[in-house]
């Protein structure tokens, strides 16, 4: 998560509080960035663009693999057949 989204969190978690708590606001908002950061950090996030790029090449990759493979069982029937073999 970027620095800004972060930054909005924490004023919006800030905005929410009670009237009575109004006046410790800054020291709250702090207290909230600080405590975003530290636990988003440990979560190994990826942005939504990454993500969107890493599914995209894997279903390439995995489209690659199944002609590959449907190829490779035609050779494989084709060698069995040269040989007088029943395909596998």
């Keep these: 998560m970027d620095t800004r989204r972060i930054e ?3 004023s919006k978690l ?4 009670p009237p009575g708590l109004r006046s410790l606001r800054g020291e709250l908002e702090e207290n909230f960035r600080a405590m975003l950061r ?3 950090e440990k979560w190994d ?3 939504r ?3 969107d790029i890493q599914a995209e090449l894997l279903a ?4 690659k693999l199944a002609a590959l493979e ?3 069982k035609a050779l494989e029937q084709r060698e069995a057949a040269h040989q007088g073999k029943p395909p596998a």
């Design 8 to 10: 909005d969190l924490a």
């Design 14 to 17: 800030a905005g929410a509080l």
């Design 38 to 40: 530290a636990n988003l």
């Design 45 to 47: 996030l990826v942005s």
């Design 49 to 51: 663009e990454r993500f």
């Design 60 to 63: 390439r990759t995995q489209k």
């Design 70 to 72: 449907k190829r490779i």
